[in-house]
């Protein structure tokens, strides 16, 4: 298959072959030159495959089947919570009561939605011990983005103009240091000490009177918890600026720890991570942003909110940062969220991150006998390893990546963090069980014993599937996505 010609995959037109049939006319027929003055009526045909039902059929059904996804396998992509997605999420998503009704629809006549929202809203604030919640912004990056642009506008009102420094440590995930950018503050960066953790000396060393805030992941990105946290609050609190958590990942605390209770001010949630919204693919995402109550009257507008026994939408917010959002953000995915911890409850969150950790650890411990393992102390939902014991045989991350997928595994997050050489992030989530970590163990002890043995397998990978390594950056920038003949 590997180095099949594309046009056997995309050209199934035969001229003739017909898929369909229109039934017999039966208004009168008009002559669309006349009527339009020729301008809308194309001069010849479009050159379109000709096709039978069956052979569009077998031909969409195939490219489904070359596709890869939570429900076909083991996704075990670090800092993207890869985990399954619970069906009954779908089938409150699509109640009509909740999937026909529109964003002009007067609030009276969507209560039960928007009191799902509400309750939604005091869940995330109880889980992370937030005093409000918004829920418009649409990725985790928007929320991280919203978030500072209220820390800017709370340091504006205090007439602190001089705060434009965000801190943001050397493993944080590519959206910190852009949406710092993109909100008009300068990223400095804080280092990682020898256990993976912010390095507390560093971190003295870079706040100062100019420090609007300190953006941090806890558990960081490489899956360790910041034990060192109360102190790292300390000093930028001390220093007057404000702690921003990235909440992308909450898989690994829920029901043991809380950002409001470490002294963080803002929070992002990522619905679609740790919340079973499905994802990939670019969206739709929500990231839905927490404050303490110091921050309240910036939150977007409009703010949902209950009054006289009536749920609202409140406009009259003048500190507001604005709308971020057109209309209420996705709805769609906040059925999902709220479904989901709903069914799950407040012991079942707490589950979810007992074995969230308990997997990580598994098959941390299982893999460190073939794999470097930078940092020893136990991971929480996730862990970073490094390939640079195989790279001295000359296979490269990358190329045990690419050899996972002929092992029918989708790889992990590989070249990130970027303070780990070699890097592959691994996230198995809660919802694995062990004879598929045990799968994926044997897949890479394989692999393992394959770049000391027999090298050029493992370099040459992938061999099992369609297309073997491609042009990802060009895939991304300029995909073809409509037929050409
Ligand atoms: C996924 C992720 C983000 C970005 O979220 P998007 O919804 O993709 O914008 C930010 N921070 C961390 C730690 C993440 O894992």
Redesign the pocket.
């Known amino acids: 298959m590997a180095n099949q010609d594309f046009s056997l995959i995309f050209e199934r037109g035969k001229k003739g072959r017909t898929s369909y049939s229109l039934p017999e006319m039966d208004v009168p027929e008009m002559d669309l030159d006349n009527e339009f003055e020729n301008c809308y009526v194309r001069s010849d045909a479009p050159d379109l495959p000709e096709v039978s039902e069956l052979d569009i059929m077998r031909h969409y059904t195939g490219l489904s089947r070359r596709n890869y996804g939570v429900d076909s396998g083991f996704y075990p992509l670090g800092?993207?919570?890869m985990k399954y997605n619970p069906k009954i999420n779908e089938d409150v998503a699509s109640l009509d009561g909740f999937s026909h009704i529109h964003p002009h629809q007067d609030p009276k006549t969507v209560q039960g939605a928007m009191e799902m929202m509400y309750d939604l809203q005091a869940s995330l604030s109880e889980l992370t011990g937030m005093h409000d919640f918004s829920l418009q912004s649409a990725?985790?990056?928007?929320?991280?983005w919203s978030g500072l642009m209220m820390i800017r506008a709370f340091h504006e009102a205090n007439g602190d103009d001089n705060r434009t420094k965000v801190i943001v440590p050397d493993s944080?995930?590519g959206?910190?240091p852009a949406s710092v950018t993109v909100a008009g503050f300068e990223p400095v960066t804080v280092q990682t000490n020898e256990n993976g953790l912010v390095d507390l000396e560093d971190l003295k060393r870079v706040v100062d009177e100019e420090t609007a805030a300190m953006m941090l992941?806890n558990p960081n990105?490489l899956g360790l918890f910041e034990t060192d946290i109360m102190e790292m609050a300390e000093i930028v609190h001390g220093a007057g600026g404000k702690l921003y958590y990235?909440g992308?990942?909450l898989n690994a605390i829920m029901g043991y720890a809380r950002p409001g209770d470490m002294g963080f001010d803002v929070v992002h949630l990522?619905l679609?991570?740790t919340f079973t919204g499905p994802?990939g693919g670019g969206g739709p995402?929500s990231?839905p942003v927490g404050v303490t109550e110091e921050f309240v009257s910036y939150l977007p507008k409009p703010v949902l909110t209950k009054k006289d026994d009536q749920f609202v939408f409140d406009y009259d917010r003048p500190a507001s940062i604005g709308r971020i959002k057109p209309y209420y953000g996705n709805f769609g995915i906040y059925l999902r969220a709220y479904t989901y911890i709903r069914t799950m409850g407040a012991e079942g969150l707490k589950k979810v991150s007992e074995y969230a950790v308990l997997n990580a650890n598994y098959l941390m411990r299982r893999l460190e006998k073939e794999y470097v393992l930078p940092y020893q102390q136990h991971c929480k939902h996730e862990f970073v390893l490094s390939g640079k014991k195989q790279k001295q045989l000359g296979v490269r991350t990358l190329d045990i990546a690419k050899r996972l997928l002929d092992y029918g595994y989708h790889p992990p997050t590989i070249y990130f963090p970027l303070n780990v050489e070699e890097a592959m992030m691994t996230e198995p989530t809660e919802t694995e069980s062990k004879e598929t970590l045990d799968g994926f163990i044997d897949a890479m002890l394989h692999i393992s014993e394959e770049a000391k043995n027999e090298p050029e397998t493992v370099q040459e990978a992938p061999h099992q599937t369609v297309v073997k390594r491609m042009d990802e950056t060009t895939a991304a920038r300029k995909p073809i996505l409509r037929y050409q003949k």
């Open positions: 800092s993207c919570t990725a985790g990056a928007q929320g991280e944080a995930h959206t910190n992941t990105t990235d992308a990942n990522n679609h991570k994802h995402g990231g």
